[in-house]
């Protein structure tokens, strides 16, 4: 079968802003970085050529007065480089490349490669998922004071700031000395648009999440806190795609309802991070329910982008009051077009679009679309159905790589892991977890806005339940789960007893009792309600 552009087109900005590919968070982060600065648009660089390992060195050694030492030894300089603020494409292969500097500082975007540092659109949906929330603003403006600390952004000269570490001090210099050399701009060219949130309390609690994390970032290393950041807006992102895959579908499948659709979503970890055991099954049947929705949520979103093609074909003839405004069609909207109300135009404009891709399909003699319209469909459902058949291996292939990357498989930080021929399985990676449980520290009051309080391991695996769906003494109601089975309930317990021990390990728990109610997670970072640090 050969479908046209225009049937192909599959994402619609309403439900992700992203691509679908493999991202990487510091390519992310770095992207992020240029909306913080432009107030949501991209950056626009001039500078010619790609930059290599051998430039960034020579940045550093041509300005001594501002990199003292750094030309003494070019080959200490170099590695120095490489191995401490250079992201890579490939590192440590004999062909890796730069994609640009690590995210420590706002303006080390202006030294990306941006053919190797694509984001791929996440950067947008991060920025727009805040900037949509109540509280958002204030957060970008938090989040852009710390990443430009030090910088002047209306001369770009350094400004007397808080102490940063050696690394970050560095990035600042040279953005200092190169600060005639790179023209950045907003780019303006593609107007930016912004769509209501899928589901607001998605990223209401993103930005919750953010504002209790930036109480830290005067407790711990910079770096140390950027990658904490990179762990919370990955998990974050994650979160809002597989939730989407199980709220997207559902939503197309109820087009007359009132408000909006409210569902559970459950994952259950496995933390002891060992093949073969019993938690370690239960999570591989987790993963194996989620990533299992893809096909239908391959469906639902070409219905939506299919139903946006329907909502500009009504405008355009002046029907049923729909008009082109400054804001775009919501995806409640669209999927509201779904109801009786417009049954006979939908009908109609399907047949349109259905004629072209069955002339395609006859003289192809193809099986699928003539088993597909011989089910008896209106002919709207019948060319998405069509479209989706056509297209569903394609999108499922980089939707599976892409919510890979999301959950940092297989990296610091992962939600899920998956040995070489193995299956996936959801998994509380340390690092994950301490972001967790930072903010889960803190409570609301006190000189900073928050304080710190100690907490029972019961009371935060409720926390982590009740905020984001993760499950590791309990099974999920649904998504995948059943009523659980004795075998079941010794894998729980067996998680349980590895919970603690990752608690242990990662300094957050010491056994001062055999009570269970006196077995509490304390704050690495101890902070009392007059501010006082401990």
């Known amino acids: 079968m050969t479908l046209g552009t225009g049937d192909k087109e599959f994402r619609h900005a309403g439900v992700s802003y992203l691509d679908y590919k493999q991202v990487e968070m510091d ?14 648009w991209p950056a626009r660089l001039a500078r010619t050529g790609e930059l290599t390992l051998e430039d960034y060195t020579d940045f550093f050694m041509e300005s001594p007065q501002l990199f003292a030492g750094f030309d003494q030894n070019r080959e200490v300089t170099y590695r120095w480089v490489e191995t401490n603020l250079a992201d890579l494409v490939g590192r440590g292969r004999a062909t890796q490349s730069v994609a640009g500097l ?26 727009e998922m805040i900037a949509q929330a109540g509280a958002g603003h204030g957060v970008l403006k938090q989040l852009k004071d710390f990443f430009f600390a030090g910088i002047d952004l209306r001369t770009l000269r350094i400004t007397p700031g808080p102490d940063v570490d050696v690394e970050t001090q560095a990035l600042i210099n040279l953005s200092e000395s190169k600060r005639n050399e790179v023209a950045d701009s907003a780019d303006k060219r593609v107007p930016r648009v912004s769509h209501q949130p899928l589901h607001a309390p998605w990223s209401d609690l993103l930005v919750e999440d953010i504002r209790r994390m930036m109480f830290y970032r005067t407790l711990m290393p910079r770096s ?7 762990v919370l807006f990955a998990f974050h992102l994650a979160l809002y795609h597989l939730r989407a895959t199980k709220l997207l579908p559902t939503m197309v499948r109820q087009p007359g309802a009132t408000g909006p659709v409210q569902q559970s979503y459950g994952f259950f970890l496995d933390v002891a991070g060992v093949p073969g055991t019993d938690s370690a099954r239960l999570a ?20 939506v982008r299919k139903l946006e093609d329907f909502a500009a ?23 509201g077009l779904l109801g009786p109300k417009y049954r006979a135009d939908r009908v109609a404009y399907g047949n349109f679009r259905l004629s072209a891709v069955i002339a395609a399909a006859q003289s192809a003699q193809d099986e699928t679309v003539q088993r597909i319209l011989a089910l008896g469909l209106d002919e709207f459902s019948a060319f998405v159905e069509i479209v989706t058949a056509e297209r569903v291996d ?17 990296r610091p930080g992962a939600m899920i892991t998956q040995p070489r021929g193995g299956r996936r399985r959801f998994v509380l990676d340390g690092r994950l977890l301490e972001v967790l449980l930072q903010i889960a520290l803190l409570r609301p009051g006190g000189a900073r806005g928050y304080h710190t309080a100690a907490l029972r391991i019961d009371e935060f695996l409720e926390v982590i339940r009740e905020r984001y769906g993760l499950y590791v003494d309990r099974i999920p109601p649904g998504d995948g789960f059943g009523v659980p089975s004795i075998t079941d309930h010794a894998a729980l317990r067996s998680n349980l007893t590895a919970f603690t021990t990752r608690l242990r390990e990662i300094g957050f728990y010491t056994d001062l009792s055999d009570a269970y109610l006196a077995q509490t997670i304390t704050p690495r970072y101890a902070v009392s309600a007059d501010g006082t640090t401990s």
């Open 27 to 40: 390519r992310v982060l770095s992207a992020f970085l240029a909306r913080l600065r432009h107030d949501g």
């Open 284 to 303: 591989e049947r987790s993963a194996d329910s989620w990533y299992a929705r893809i096909p239908e949520f391959v469906r639902a979103t070409f219905t």
């Open 313 to 335: 074909d009504l405008a355009a003839k002046h029907k049923h009051g729909i008009k082109r405004g400054a804001t775009p069609f919501s995806v409640p909207f669209l999927i």
């Open 224 to 230: 140390v806190f950027v990658e904490y950041l990179k």
């Open 102 to 127: 690590r995210p420590l500082h706002g303006l080390t975007y202006q030294f990306r490669n941006a053919r190797k540092a694509r984001p791929y659109g996440a950067d947008e949906h991060l920025y």
């Open 394 to 410: 394609f999108h499922r292939r980089y939707l599976t790589d892409c919510l890979d990357s999301l959950l940092l498989k297989n």
